[in-house]
């Protein structure tokens, strides 16, 4: 599943000249097939599976070239129950033709975010995006850990929503 692109004025409840970009995470499922894809279904959602071992759940997101600014970015995942994460995010990004894919790169480490079973729960991850310009095509690498964290069982990881002016 690729990024998707849409745009909203003011009628439909959004900011006026907005528009949003949405990715689903993968997981490296090189166990099973070799394969970065979603592993499981949370209702009828594709999702990636963070088991509570450490793992990581991946996306990619194009720029439009029509951005000119952030105003949020989030991951949306889920947890079966109550408690705490702890991450770290990762993003490598460059202009598509013109850079490196890793001319930049940032990083967050051993941030925390609590849980509420089964509530769509967001984490931001606009400090991982400080540099995006329109044209940027990036990765990002979400880290699940385990020191830190209290949340026992699985996080489903659902995707990246970027919203932007």
């Keep these: ?44 959602r594709p999702v990636a599976t963070m088991q509570q071992q450490a793992c990581a759940v991946y996306a990619k997101l194009q720029i439009p070239g029509f951005f000119n600014e952030l105003v949020s970015v989030n991951g949306i995942f889920v947890s079966g129950a109550n408690g705490n994460l702890n991450w ?24 925390n975010t609590v849980f509420v079973g089964d509530r769509l729960v967001c984490v931001d991850l606009a400090s991982v995006f400080t540099g995006i310009g329109a044209g940027d095509n990036i990765g990002i690498q979400f880290v699940r ?9 699985n996080i489903y990881a659902i995707g990246v929503r970027l919203i932007f002016i």
């Design 88 to 111: 770290d995010a990762w993003t490598n990004y460059g202009r598509a033709c013109v850079e490196d894919h890793d001319n930049h790169v940032e990083n967050v480490l051993a941030q």
């Design 145 to 153: 850990n385990v020191a830190g964290s209290t949340i026992d069982g």
């Design 1 to 44: 599943m690729g990024p998707r692109v849409s745009g909203r004025g003011g009628a439909g409840g959004g900011v006026m000249g907005t528009g949003e970009l949405w990715a689903g995470f993968v997981i490296d499922d090189a166990q099973l097939s070799g394969l970065l894809a979603p592993d499981a279904l949370l209702g009828y």
